[in-house]
């Protein structure tokens, strides 16, 4: 279902939503924060949406800190929350973490209780692939709307039935002639972006020739095995799991992790099956575009080029699969 | 930045066909306009796949752990030399496994500087003159080198390397007026002021990544601080207490160490200004001890070593003091 | 046989009802334990080769492999000292609560071995899911035919189920051998390590399976035996061991190449882990 609404009532509609729900929007280049009039629509923000869903800091249990204290499991927040500015590889981003979280309890609560309003990028970035990727911005995957910009209008696609509760009147029903336009440049897209064929020879690829290859070593040689990649990144889903314990009282908390630190295999013996540097560095990038490729068809990657842009040390995601798609 | 660059792959050719060094580590061009990436090089055939790193930020000594067992060159600045010299004092590296290929640094830029200037950089022109060309989607910009520079690099006061095996011919920065300009502003704000920047510009936008951490070269202990769990000394989340803690911790386990090579802030996703905390620290060090990191392999370092007259009351001077002997 | 239990983060309550030194030197401690609520206590079974996560508030969680079997009332960790969650449990006193989530992971797939010989290969103290695969065994022992096992610890004071070692070295059903690495005074029994035992008990491949659990070094050393003996690479079952944050498929540190040590796993044919990378 396509609708229009026109680009000045833009701000009527936020704030409408603003007393309704807790909205959150792109309030600068860094990121997303609660809506207080203004908007950063520019492109597309250096923090992803990841982190609605997978938060810094998510409390499992609550707990006396005494031995034999029973932990009460800790209800998270209820409320409904709209985000709105959401780039379509970063909701793509969060359909694919979906596939491992789906029966995760905390992470199912924050999907089911937050609307994600894409916005049609007017041209992609720099470093943005998405499309090799298999993304297909014009799908609305992870999202509930999508506001395509065009002449001074957003025509607005509608993913999920419950998205109806956040129009208001000003939301028309498109006529025949946009539906088709849209369709039309969607098609076009498609033609001119298409999957990366690197993809498939990956797929074929044996899996212990690509883990003994000897391109790992040059590689990874600039790599600061740092989290910075895995932190930007919309699609790493990695946590750590510790107990803070103040005083009396005591957490058990979820937090982002990454494989790329030393710690992040090591056994309480202090046995590490991924010791070096390297082997963590290729581990990384086996997982997102092997072993999750093989299982889920899709690599664990939406070709947003955070990690291309943001990595101080000039890895590049390009080279490595490419590299990885010739073994 | 032709001929630099060719006065490296020169040296560095000679270094490998003479057995100097196994491996020559520099930097070669990066993937984007404003980076440089490290390389590895093991023949004379390969030498041109070095440059003189416009935006050579992060410190190639750190490469040495990754290394290790090889006779390694680097293209060493004065940071760069300075931080193998706090390696050798500190027994992380023995002299004869590195040679250093000495280089005069005429200061690099930041690609945040760069990056700052359009929304989107095709391409830097750095010939080491006193003007940057930057091609960028508004058209092509002609900068003042000094404007691009990095903030260590303006800071710096030693641009050549105290140590090396040989030294390059390279036009060195001047020495810098005012090293701690940026470190004042700060110092002069009132007490809450300063927690309040050091709250919003540090504390709240960390991500907790250890960037800085993996990219300083004097940050090798194998088992983080952060990351000890029996005691446990720092939650691992981005609680604003435990991260604060994180960058008071590691700054100071820095001081009297730290080269100001300005790595840790080059490698930080955030470009939080990560480098004012040790700048600080390093500014206490020389006010309070005379005392400089990096410049002399065969002298003590600040923390490992007391002289009688330290300024602090400690156990030795009390009982001399008592005794009337000092 | 297994009611899948729901997979999160949530710890049962369970209290430690008894605590045994198995060790000389205190290092290996056994726990049983019985869930606070009766009912999920009585549906609680698990597949022997099953782990679960025992949780120390304020400390966090490990995965320890179940030792008992599920017809076995109480549930039984034998828990090694390394860390700080085992360094936390051990000091813990009978009648302690603590937290439990499990059964998880695969356990052997014992239906399968139904009319075959089964041979157990223990080393150390990787002997308890052995344990727990044993005594199901010795309770459906006519599905099963010739039961062997060969143990071996580096003395005798290392030795877990002591008294239970002497019951089932007097049972006709089961041949036992039972070994230490070097002479030790008291000690008649056997001595050498568990793959030069192996290869003198030689347990013929024909219509067998070789389970075997115990140290990397032991393991390299018995795999070959256990080929010369006739086993196929289908025949051997290993039991892998990672580090585990949630011990579910989420956080996915417990990877080795694409296979998840916690949800794939722990056991895995030798068949199968030489398909994996060798990151273990």
Known sequence: MLYVLPQEKLSSWLKGLSEKYRLFVPVSAEGFGPYEGELYLEARTRLSVKEFFLPWREPLLRFEARPGAVPEPVAGPEEKRVVFGVRPCDAKGVALIEKVFSEDEPFRRRREGTFLVGLMCREPGSQCFGWAMGLDPFAGEGLDLLFVEREGRYLVSLFTARARELLDENFAPADEEAARALENEREAFRQKYAAAPALEKLKEAPLLALYEAPFWEELALPCLNCGACTFLCPTCYCFDVQDEVVGGEGVRVRLPDACMFELYSRHASGHNPRRSPVARFRNRFLHKFKYFLDLYGEPLCVGCGRCIEECPAGVNLWDIIRTMSEV | MGTLTEKIREAAAKVLTEGRAEVVVGYGPGPLPYRNRLVAVRSAEEVNRLVWPSFGVLNPANALHKLRGQKVALVATGCVSRAVVVLLQEGQVKREEVYLLGVPCPGMLDPAKVRALAAKVTRVEDDLSDRVLVTTSEGKKEIAREELLRANCLSCRHPSPPLYDELIEAPARPVSAEPYAQVEEIEGLSPSARWAWFEKEIVSRCLRCYACRQACPLCYCPTCFVDDSRPQWVGKTRDPVDTALYHLVRAYHLTGRCVDCGSCEAACPQGIPLRLLTKKLEKEALSAFGFEAGLDPEAPLLFTDFREDDPEDFMITHELKAAGKI | ?280
Not at chain 3, 80 to 101: K, M, N, Q, S
Not at chain 3, 249 to 259: A, I, M, S
Request: aromatic share 8%; proline share 8%.
């Open chain 3, 1 to 280: 046989m297994v009611a899948a239990p729901k997979k999160n983060m949530i710890p049962e309550p369970a209290r430690i009802e008894r605590v045994v030194v198995e060790t000389d030197d205190g290092l290996l401690k056994s726990f049983y334990l019985r869930l606070l609520d009766e009912e999920a206590h009585r549906a609680f079974r698990h597949v022997p080769g099953q782990f679960a996560m025992l949780s120390v508030p304020g400390k966090g969680e490990c995965p320890i492999g179940i030792a008992s079997a599920p017809s076995e009332d109480l549930i039984l960790f034998t828990v090694f000292r390394t860390g700080l969650v085992t360094d936390a449990l051990h000091r813990l006193p009978e009648g302690t609560v603590i937290g439990l989530r499990g059964p998880l992971g695969n356990g052997y797939p014992l239906e399968d071995f139904r009319g075959k010989n089964v041979v157990l290969i223990a080393g150390g103290f990787a002997v308890t899911t052995l344990r727990a695969t044993l005594v199901y065994l010795l309770e459906h022992r006519d599905d099963y035919g010739e039961i062997t096992m060969i143990y071996g610890a580096r003395n005798p004071g290392l030795l877990l189920y002591k008294p239970e070692l002497k019951a089932w070295q007097e049972r006709k059903d089961l041949k036992l051998y039972l070994t230490v690495d070097r002479e030790a005074p008291g000690w008649d029994g056997l001595v050498g390590f568990v793959p030069q035992i192996t290869e003198q008990v030689a347990p013929s491949g024909e219509n067998a399976v070789a389970l075997v659990c115990g140290p990397p070094i032991m393991i390299k050393f018995t795999l070959p035996v256990l080929e010369k003996c006739g086993f196929t690479p289908e025949q051997v079952y290993l039991s892998l061991e990672n580090r585990m944050r949630c011990g579910i498929g989420l956080c996915h540190h417990c990877n080795v190449g694409p296979f998840l040590v916690c949800k794939d796993g722990p056991v895995i044919t030798l068949a199968e882990l030489k398909k994996l990378p060798p990151e273990y």
